[in-house]
Nanobody, 119 residues
């Protein structure tokens, strides 16, 4: 079982920035895709961004150009830099450690970190 721990959430004003961090315990970290999901109150969990083992990235349309996902394999850490935050970005953000290229329920989840954007 992979242990996943997120940090970096908080309260920020609209237009501000936050950086989320996620550490995963897997010895095969560098070989796995990593992803960030979020869940807003009353809504389903949605994929925000993922990064493959070779660094290819994908973003959901609503965060394209504002969020950046990156990884540091030496630290078993993935980051989500969030700029130009909007009130609709308010959600609990979850890190997901994939199994190989498979993210989501095939992988391991963290407990989540709250991001609140005030307008």
């Amino acid at each position: 079982q992979v242990h996943v721990v997120e940090s970096g959430g908080g309260l920020v004003q609209a237009g501000g920035s936050l950086r989320l961090s996620c550490v995963a315990s897997a010895s095969t970290f560098s070989m796995n895709a990593m992803a960030w999901y979020r869940q807003a109150p009353g809504k389903q969990r949605e994929l925000v961004a993922f990064i493959t083992s070779v660094g290819t990235t994908h973003y959901t349309n609503s965060v394209q150009g504002r969020f950046t996902i990156s990884r540091d394999n030496a630290k078993n850490t993935v980051y989500l830099q969030m700029n130009s935050l909007k009130s609709e970005d308010t959600a609990v953000y979850f890190c997901n450690a994939g199994q190989g290229s498979r993210i989501g329920d095939s992988g391991s989840w963290g407990q989540g970190t709250q991001v609140t954007v005030s307008s």
